[in-house]
């Protein structure tokens, strides 16, 4: 469920149509989490995460600490500047 508010929040704040970030053609847009499809981690593709930080106790990848320390695992994003998927870690 964060995940799905993560890309939802990452699309409306970035919305190709409104002069936000996007990769690709104006006519056939992708906005920022839908260009990343699958990468969790630096340095991953869809399938293999790559580097992720790992939950001592439970043994869960997270990738980004949310209210109260909670962890999480959040899509990456297009960076803009660089034009590559980018992960909170």
Known sequence: MVENI????AGTVTNPFGNGYFQGS???PLE???????I???????????????D?????SYNAL???????LL??????????CSTVV
Do not use: F, I, M, W
Request: aromatic share 4%.
């Open 6 to 9: 993560a890309t939802l929040l």
């Open 26 to 28: 104006a006519e056939a």
């Open 32 to 38: 920022v989490a839908s260009a990343c499809p699958g």
């Open 40 to 54: 969790y981690g630096k340095g991953a593709y869809p399938g293999h995460a790559r580097e992720l930080l790992v």
């Open 56 to 60: 001592s106790s439970t043994g869960a």
């Open 66 to 72: 949310g209210v109260n320390s909670r962890k999480c």
């Open 75 to 84: 899509p990456a994003v297009l960076d803009p500047s660089t034009s590559q």
